[in-house]
């Protein structure tokens, strides 16, 4: 038995089909979606209608069709991120892959890297360590070493600009590479344990 939304629903929105075609042919480019789509959208108008009509029905219908469509491209360019199968052998970085000059230059880069870490002060050495390599949080380096936190801040950013000069040939602060003393380090120590 047909109700007053149906009667609607026929009278105002049906009328439109063909024009409605028309537009999904001329924006959509898969022909065999173009049946499921007109009739998503009929169920959007009208599940929406039974809420409350629209003031243009003609209007309503083909902006519904337009985001529809934008929604259904928008999920056409997701990448699924389901495992297929085995899924460790994907991640291999296959080592025949790589050219004999990439090989040795990383591995240049890497000893570069070593040389750098070992040329700085101890302490400096220990929280770059901490900080960059396991990833602690600036609070736990300061416990675990029995320093402020604004003393990891300094040694942190000295050391990374040591590396960075070792790395990169830049010329370090003052002109000349001077490495931190222990008296120093001492100092600098006492200093933010007394703020």
């Known amino acids: 038995m047909p109700t007053d939304l149906d009667d609607w ?44 009509r629209p003031a243009s029905s003609q209007a309503f219908l083909f902006a519904t069709a337009r985001h529809l469509m934008t929604d259904r491209a928008r999920r056409g360019r997701v990448v699924s991120i389901e495992p297929v ?28 890297l070593a040389e750098a870490l070992d040329r700085l002060p101890d302490r400096c050495r220990e929280v770059v360590w901490l900080r960059r390599v396991e990833e602690l949080p600036q609070k736990d380096v300061a416990e675990r070493l029995g320093i402020s936190g604004k003393t990891v801040e300094k040694h942190l950013a000295k050391g990374m600009r040591l590396i960075a000069d070792h790395l990169y040939g830049g010329e370090p602060r003052g002109g000349a590479l001077r490495a931190w003393t222990a ?13």
Request: proline fraction near 4%; charge should be negative.
């Open 9 to 52: 629903f026929a009278r105002e929105i049906l009328v439109h089909e063909r024009a409605l075609v028309h537009y999904l042919q001329r924006c959509w480019p898969q022909r065999d979606e173009l049946h499921d789509l007109r009739q998503e959208i009929y169920a959007r108008v009208y599940e929406a209608a039974a809420r409350s």
């Open 85 to 112: 199968g085995d899924f460790e052998p994907s991640n291999v970085y296959l080592v025949d892959d790589v050219s004999p000059e990439r090989w040795a230059g990383a591995r240049q880069a890497l000893k570069r």
């Open 183 to 195: 008296s120093e380090e001492d100092e600098d120590d006492a200093r933010q344990q007394a703020d």
